[in-house]
Nanobody, 114 residues
Framework: QVQLVESGGGMVQPGGSLRLSCAASGIVFEIYHLQWLRQAPGKGRKLVAT???????EYDYSVKGRFTISRDNAKNTLFLQMNNLKPADTAVYYCFAYLDDEYWGQGTQVTVSS
């Protein structure tokens, strides 16, 4: 059974930082491409960052320079380091693994508010 389990969300003030983790099981983690997506209240799910199995990284323009995606294949874990958070970053954050098949995590809430 494949599981992706996010953690690390919470409430933080503007300018603060959070580190999200996504622990995977049931897949050959290192061959999957991985993404973080987020869904703000009343909006659709939006791609935040991608890291491929080969280590190629891409970011949405709205988070470039503030967020860092990384992966630890030895620990089957995906990370998202989020710095200088803004209220516009408030959303449920999801990890997503894809190759020939696709898997989603359950999401973790990030709230940026003073």
């Amino acid at each position: 059974q494949v599981q992706l389990v996010e953690s690390g969300g919470g409430m933080v003030q503007p300018g603060g930082s959070l580190r999200l983790s996504c622990a995977a099981s049931g897949i050959v983690f290192e061959i999957y491409h991985l993404q973080w997506l987020r869904q703000a209240p009343g909006k659709g799910r939006k791609l935040v960052a991608t890291i491929t199995s080969g280590g190629r990284i891409e970011y949405d323009y709205s988070v470039k320079g503030r967020f860092t995606i990384s992966r630890d294949n030895a620990k089957n874990t995906l990370f998202l380091q989020m710095n200088n958070l803004k209220p516009a970053d408030t959303a449920v954050y999801y990890c997503f693994a894809y190759l020939d098949d696709e898997y989603w995590g359950q999401g973790t809430q990030v709230t940026v508010s003073s």
